[in-house]
């Protein structure tokens, strides 16, 4: 597979793509957005086939804002972390607006998916929106991120 592909509209995109796709539509539907009001849907796909979601939860002291992406990361590694993940779909809207907003993953979300991929030795498949109509399939977290800060680089 290439590092990126490109899709004008979300039926091209495989099925499981697809599905995982609408579970992270159905995941925005539970953000809590109050300052924002920018909801986001994170889903992943296990190994297994198994679907863990997640949704962005702000703060009133905003700096705590936790986004989509990490907090489904964080739950796949506490609640299976037996097993590998596959592929990850985000999806996003404002506030009582039904049609998509693209996002594309926060550089923080980044480096933690990046890690993601260094533990479980595995790439996995990353879906977002990036402007309206234009799905991006990437191979793999670490493409999102290149020269990402590793592990490694702690002990050299
Ligand atoms: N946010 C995410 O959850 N994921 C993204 O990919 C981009 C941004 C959240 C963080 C914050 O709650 C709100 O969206 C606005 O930045």
Known sequence: MKEFEIFYDIEELDNESKYLVHKAKEAANFAYAPYSKFHVGAAIMLEDGTVLTGSNQENASYPLCICAERV???????????????????????????????????????????????????PFEVIFLKSKNEWIKCASAESLLPFVFKRNNLHE
Request: proline fraction near 4%.
């Open 72 to 122: 489904v990361l964080y739950t796949a590694a506490t609640q299976h972390p037996e097993k590998q993940i596959m592929k990850m779909a985000i999806s996003a809207h404002r506030k009582n607006h039904k049609e998509l907003s693209p996002a594309s993953s926060c550089g923080a979300c980044r480096q933690v998916m990046s890690e993601f991929e260094e533990r479980q030795n595995k």
